[in-house]
């Protein structure tokens, strides 16, 4: 898949003109479309360093002095002088010495080689007000400024330009010579100091690094300022101060860029004292060790998939041995590259990674990730799932029967996890060693407890078997509740009794929460390595009439991104991964994206957004969805990894977040697989009709192709397919291969469907098509009635979308993909009816174009299953973007947003034969 360009034309308000330098408005790259309206003062005053369609790789950057390196520079420096004396000016002509001797003087330098050794000036620059602004000390030598800024020395014969283009044809100022100091206003700036940098009217001042001083062949003063972004600055925009949505920036953080620009010298403002530390997802105590500064930044700011991250040590300030060194509580060895001595247990055994599943569904996000993980040589398993469906969780425990899976609200979920953690801290089981070393001997949760001559009627606590917060027994009253099992009655008796109704069997509290942690029921802050999911945003659906454009979070159906960040911020996973629809992009500008990515940081999360289309990665469905990664400060942040498949892209994307896709930029030709298409997923399935009705049955036929082979295998097969291959697959039963079945009136209607590409109710008698591809009634035609007496045509159809779409009853066709699985199987407004049966599309073969394996059985209604493959994440997404989780939980991830697949991922991939028994423990 690759991305078309899309840079824009420069606007005359992005060039350099003889009013703007006399104006001293610095230029700032403005954000990308994501950060920035296009046609604000800001933007217009800013210079791009990039083009827009080449996000995925670093900006131009100028080697950066080391710490020695520094040193000698600081040693170079003459000593300060006086800019208006003659002493001061040797060697040099003043700028405001009239045109025809700076002219005189610029054709001399442009013909001669310039002097090795250093020239003794001062370069001024008159100022209104009776300021000055001049270089000091001595120049750099010619050899070491060209080793250290080599572009700005390049084609020195072509004199005239007086500037030469970059590889993405930005103008490149060339320089006559480099400076270590300059004065402005009387004030001393060396390399490497922070300032403010004049902005347009009305706007706060741009805050930069000085990282190149400069004249120009045009005699002109210039520095090279490596900009800070304010949180507002940044894509967050408006959400850096949203107080209402539990989000607050520190207004003295700032977020270092590899973005740089020239501005002439006199745009400098003013000194500012900016501190590095080091970030802590402790706010509090990050808070205590901010030292004495007037700004301070802790992460780096990349227009780049949006990406807030730490920042590399080649990016530092040089010299900044005095900037504060904050530590987080828990450093993980595997930050440094050494994850892979801590990930095994001293039994040989991969240490599990905790997943907690929020918004789970029936598990397809999860399943991936671990399957993903484990190729990668981490083992990931789901240890918690939280759902509101009971159909979905019940498919969930059903394929991961070790999962504890929690069928309630995530808002309950939340409380619960607050109050487990109050319960733990009173019983002091935090952290008890002896208590993890003791037996299971009490584990008898589904015995008939023994009938103590316990009078008739009575009642006495046998033992707490379950826990919650809300209102189980729909009783009216919210609060912690736990499962009771009475004395002499088995499991059918068992009821929920609130927590203050127990204050008489303190003994029995306390020894459920013992031996549920042991079991790690429930996760404490800390425990859940990574939490991932889905937030449901039905507010911003358009189906949704009454949407809320001007504040998105105070409806109610959108308030569960919220609770998924406030679980967040309790538990404090390592890492994160957001799912959720591009409309979270598009909706009132972005909001609910913005949110999302502004409370991680506001957390000290490491955060990247990007968009990924399912058939990139081995489907024949588009389906293009939004991921956000989250990582702690101590942790690599994942990268997404790039297509596999031959895709084109659809759009779908919003324009100010289009260079979030993640694909291939245009001048790259990568080596892909063909694109899949329904007949490379379905046709080896077995004849079905309208009233199938087995939830099992044999496949009947081999499969076909290679994807066929692979979603068939089982989990044993997974164990001995690197070094069986396709040869081991086993003989086995085939689940969910059933439709939807259609009323009788539906039934009719697809079978008088043509089985040809591209039929649908367009082809039935009665319809013509009109002008501008809008249908009409056949005027020469009697309306066609079914045996019920309804028509063959129904009017839904007809006026469906002003009658322009080809969609109702629209039949598939082999060579084509799937644009999205939806939940719903109707044919009335959906292209679903299959290429050569007179039936929709069955649950596997819905489940197969969103990569569920076929060992993947659903519970429930046949309706509620198509829901939940509706509703899930495609497998094969999920699996490589568990893969790159796991290259950076393990520290070998790049810096970069982007990263390859191995070739022919998952079917080869090297690591397969030695983790293969994890992968499949993953998935039970």
């Known amino acids: 898949m690759t991305r078309r360009s899309t840079r824009s034309t420069e606007s005359p308000a992005m060039r350099t003109t003889a009013e703007e330098k006399r104006a001293r408005r610095a230029k700032r790259p403005a954000d990308s479309p994501v950060g920035a309206d296009a046609g604000t003062a800001a933007a217009a005053s800013a210079r791009w360093t990039r083009s827009q369609n080449k996000r995925a790789r670093e900006a131009a950057a100028d080697p950066p002095l080391d710490e020695h390196s520094a040193a000698l ?69 010619e050899e070491e400024a060209k080793q250290r800024w080599p572009e700005r020395y390049q084609r020195k014969g072509n004199c ?80 850096a101060h949203c107080h209402g949505a539990k989000v607050v920036h520190d207004s003295k953080r700032v977020f270092l860029s590899e973005e740089k620009n020239d501005n002439l010298l006199d745009c400098i403002v003013s000194k500012i004292n900016i501190q590095r530390v080091t970030p802590n997802i402790d706010l509090k105590a990050k808070e205590k060790c901010i030292p004495s500064c007037d700004l301070y930044y802790d992460m780096s700011y990349s227009l780049a998939y949006s990406t807030f991250a730490n920042i590399s040590t080649e990016n530092s300030k040089a010299g900044s041995e005095s900037s504060s060194t904050i530590s987080s509580e828990d450093v993980s060895n595997h930050a440094c590259g050494k994850a892979g001595s801590d990930s095994d247990t001293q039994s040989g055994q991969k240490k599990v990674i905790r997943l907690l599943d929020l918004y789970s569904g029936c598990g397809a996000m999860s399943t991936g990730l671990c399957l993903g993980a484990n190729l990668s040589g981490i083992n990931l398993q789901t240890c918690w799932a939280v759902d509101l469906n009971q159909y979905a969780c019940q498919s969930l425990k059903l394929n991961h029967p070790k999962t504890e899976v929690r069928n309630e609200k995530a808002e309950d979920f939340l409380a619960l996890l607050i109050e487990w953690e109050k319960l733990c801290k009173k019983y002091r089981v935090i952290g008890n060693q002896s208590l993890l070393e003791e037996s299971d001997s009490d584990d008898v949760d589904d015995e008939v407890l023994d009938n103590l001559d316990l009078e008739k009627g009575e009642f006495e606590v046998g033992k707490l078997v379950g826990i919650c917060y809300g209102d189980p027994s729909d009783i009216g009253k919210v609060g912690l509740k736990f499962k009771v099992r009475w004395k002499g009655y088995d499991p059918s008796y068992d009821t929920w009794e609130p927590i203050d109704g127990l204050s008489n069997c303190q003994e029995k509290v306390k020894e459920f929460v013992r031996h549920g942690y042991k079991k790690n029921i429930l996760p404490l802050p800390g425990q859940a390595d990574m939490i991932c999911g889905g937030p449901p945003c039905q507010g911003i659906s358009g189906f949704n009439r009454f949407r809320n454009k001007n504040a998105p979070l105070e409806d109610p159906k959108n308030q569960q ?38 409370r991680l940081v506001s957390l000290n999360y490491q955060a990247r957004l990007g968009m990924m289309a399912a058939g990139c990665y081995g489907l024949p469905q588009f389906r293009m969805r939004v991921f956000l990664w989250g990582a702690r400060p101590n942790e690599i942040l994942p990268q997404f990894p790039l297509p596999t498949h031959d895709v084109v892209v659809r759009g779908g994307a919003p324009n100010e977040f289009e260079q979030n896709i993640v694909a291939y930029d245009e001048y790259q030709r990568p080596q892909l697989e063909k694109a899949l298409h329904l007949e490379d997923a ?237 992968i499949a423990e993953s998935v039970r």
């Open 561 to 598: 991104m919220v609770v998924y960040m406030d679980i967040v911020e309790f538990l404090k996973p390592k890492y994160v991964l957001m799912e959720n629809v591009v409309d979270i992009l598009k909706f009132a500008q972005g909001f609910l994206g913005r949110y999302a990515l502004s």
């Open 160 to 239: 005239a330009s007086g500037s030469v283009k970059r590889v993405d044809d930005e103008p490149l100022l060339r320089a006559r010579c480099h400076y270590l100091q300059a004065k402005v206003e009387g004030v001393t700036y060396n390399l490497y100091d922070d300032a403010y940098v004049k902005a347009g009217d009305g706007e706060p001042d741009y805050i930069g690094r000085i990282v190149e001083f400069f004249e120009t062949t045009g005699n002109e003063l210039y520095f090279t300022a490596q900009w800070f972004f304010r949180a507002e600055d940044t894509v967050i925009k408006d959400h």
């Open 682 to 918: 379905i046709s080896d399935l077995p004849l079905i009709t309208n009233y199938e009705d087995r939830d099992e049955m044999p496949y009947g036929k081999p499969a076909k192709t290679d994807f066929q082979h692979f979603i068939r295998m089982t989990r044993s097969e997974l164990v001995n397919f690197s070094s069986n291959g396709w040869k081991a697959m086993e003989k086995h039963q085939l689940f969910d291969h059933k439709p939807l079945q259609l009323n009788e009136d539906d039934y009719q209607r697809v079978c008088r469907i043509p089985k040809k590409k591209g039929a649908n109710f367009r082809d039935l008698p009665g319809v013509i098509v009109g002008h501008d591809n809008i249908v009409e009634w056949d005027p020469n035609i009697e309306r066609v009635l079914l045996p019920s007496g309804k028509p063959l045509v129904p009017d839904y159809a007809m006026s469906f979308i002003k009658g322009r779409s080809p969609k109702p009853f629209g039949r598939l066709w082999w060579d084509e993909t799937v644009p999205t699985v939806v939940t719903r199987a109707e044919p009335h407004n959906q292209i679903i009816i299959h290429p050569e049966q007179d039936r929709v599309l069955s649950i596997r073969e819905n489940a197969r174009l969103q990569g569920f394996p076929d060992f993947y059985k659903l519970q429930g209604p046949v309706k509620e299953r198509y829901i939940q493959v509706g509703n899930a994440v495609a497998v094969p997404v999920a699996r490589a973007l568990g893969y790159a989780l796991g290259l950076a939980f393990q520290g070998h991830s790049g810096h970069e947003p982007l990263m390859h697949l191995p070739k022919k991922f998952p079917l080869h991939d090297p690591l397969l034969s030695s983790t293969a028994v994890d």
């Open 73 to 141: 520079e600081a040693a170079k420096v003459a000593p300060l002088f006086d800019c208006s004396t003659e002493a001061g000016s040797s060697g040099c002509d003043e700028q405001g010495s009239g045109l025809a001797a700076e002219q005189e003087e610029v054709e001399k330098e442009c013909s001669k080689p310039s002097p090795k050794k250093r020239v003794g000036c001062s370069k001024k620059l008159k100022k209104d007000g009776g300021g000055e602004t001049c270089f000091v000390g001595d120049s750099v030598p």
